[in-house]
């Protein structure tokens, strides 16, 4: 199956710091999320960006889905931004989502 | 009004038993998901259901079924639970139009 990889694994910044998160996938895909779990576990859809670039508030996302990674960029980061940050693809039509393994954010105030 | 619910939030059982997690959507989506995500935070997808068409990961044990009474339903049995089985639980929805997948709040399952 497709491999999905999330780097750094573990990120600490100080608020009001940028930051850019990473997913490597090992095959093309047809379907890429972005999703935020916050400390209670909730997961929000942050970003549906198979390729192109998108960009909500501080947060954007761009995929280079020919070189197969996807970036998440977090400006003036916020204590709230805090969580793990999860990337995920699929290769068909089906949706059955392939997660990373995420990278784990905590921002200092 | 939330869009995914799920019920229990929080289920403590014995090994061997059997037990059921339920999930309701209202957003009128066609394609639901569950999730299990372990106690290092690893998600994987276990099943998708779409107007009676069921795609099962073949990883998942046959323990495991989900039961759509209705549309806005996808409830997950598991028969005689282990103790690999403690884990958060997510049901998910599609939207067709974007693609994008709206998460339950999780319910977490501990196995004594």
């Known amino acids: 199956g497709i491999q999905v990889e999330q780097s750094p694994p573990d990120l600490i910044l100080q608020e009001g710091a940028n930051s850019t998160l990473r997913c490597n996938f090992s095959?093309?895909?047809?379907?890429l999320q972005w999703f935020h779990q916050n400390p209670w576990g909730q997961l929000i859809n942050l970003f549906y960006?198979?390729?192109g670039t998108k960009q909500n508030g501080r947060l954007s996302a761009t995929t280079v889905a020919t070189e197969r990674y996807s970036l998440l960029y977090i400006s003036s980061s916020q204590t709230t931004d805090s969580g793990v940050y999860f990337c995920?693809?699929?290769?068909?039509?089906?949706?059955?989502?392939?997660f990373g393994g995420g990278t784990r954010l905590m921002v200092k105030p | 009004d939330t869009a995914v619910s799920q019920t229990p939030k929080y289920l403590v059982t014995q090994m061997g038993n059997d037990k059921s997690i339920k999930c309701e959507q209202n957003?009128?989506?066609?394609?639901m998901y569950w999730y299990k995500q372990d106690s290092k935070k690893f998600l994987k997808i276990m099943f998708s259901?779409?107007?009676?068409?069921?795609?099962i990961n073949e990883t998942v044990p046959n323990r495991f079924s989900p039961k759509s009474p209705d549309k806005a339903h996808l409830n997950l049995h598991i028969n005689s639970l282990e103790l690999g089985d403690s884990a958060v639980y997510f049901c998910?929805?599609?939207?067709?139009?974007?693609?994008?997948?709206?998460f339950g709040p999780g319910t977490r399952l501990t196995v004594l």
């Open positions: 995920a693809v699929d290769r068909n039509a089906g949706n059955m989502l392939t």
């Open positions: 259901y779409n107007n009676k068409e069921l795609i």
């Open positions: 095959d093309s895909v047809n379907n």
């Open positions: 957003l009128g989506h066609d394609t």
């Open positions: 998910a929805t599609r939207d067709r139009v974007t693609d994008t997948q709206y």
């Open positions: 960006i198979p390729s």
